[in-house]
T-cell receptor, first 113, second 113 residues
């Protein structure tokens, strides 16, 4: 069974710092990996989708990388801002079976002004 | 740009009552999903519909039923609510169930007393 782990569970950084969020998964047979942002009491907002054949995706200050063979993905946030404070979730879509997303429990990011 | 719309946003039920959570998407997506999110447990799949006319169980289907009413709408029914079903429920959709990005609604916060 696919398991997705996000470490650390919480992270606090000063404004302006570059940071990396980590996601690891146990089964490398995946179709893709998706990063989401969740604000308190809100739904999930899709940030980036990386297909299994890709190494990275970029959107603005966000860059996500994927190393499928080692079962790891990172989300890099450049020049962090207080508005980046949220919980960040990664989810993998397995390459067989029901193809349904398996989520990590998230990293809660606080960016301190 | 409504995306995925869920109703209601909040609901309080008494044990044993029934209710239906509604979900509609306007993105012409084929696949739709219902998740629940609980503290410490992350997001878990309840049911999904890969395409109109099909539904399948996810990780935690017990106590729930679903209906894919048409391509746009996917409802989740609790026949006899239990306190263990207190949770935040999210509906999501994607073009297909394998390769494409998933989009989430804003959630329904359900409390069963």
């Amino acid at each position: 069974k696919q398991e997705v782990t996000q470490i650390p569970a919480a992270l606090s950084v000063p404004e302006g710092e570059n940071l990396v969020l980590n996601c690891s998964f146990t089964d490398s047979a995946i179709y893709n990996l998706q990063w989401f942002r969740q604000d308190p009491g809100k739904g999930l907002t899709s940030l980036l989708l990386i297909q299994s054949s890709q190494r990275e995706q970029t959107s603005g200050r966000l860059n996500a990388s994927l190393d499928k063979s080692s079962g790891r993905s990172t989300l890099y946030i450049a020049a962090s801002q207080p508005g980046d404070s949220a919980t960040y979730l990664c989810a993998v879509r397995p390459g067989a079976g029901s193809y349904q997303l398996t989520f990590g429990k998230g990293t809660k990011l606080s960016v301190i002004p | 740009n409504a995306g995925v719309t869920q109703t209601p946003k909040f609901q309080v039920l008494k044990t044993g009552q029934s209710m239906t959570l509604q979900c509609a998407q306007d993105m012409n997506h084929n696949s739709m999903y219902w998740y629940r999110q609980d503290p410490g447990m992350g997001l878990r799949l309840i049911y999904y519909s890969a395409s109109e006319g099909t539904t399948d169980k996810g990780e935690v289907p017990n106590g729930y039923n679903v209906s894919r009413l048409n391509k746009r709408e996917f409802s989740l029914r609790l026949e006899s609510a239990a306190p263990s079903q207190t949770s935040v429920y999210f509906c999501a959709s994607s073009v297909t169930q394998r390769y494409t990005e998933a989009f989430f609604g804003q959630g329904t916060r359900l409390t069963v007393v």
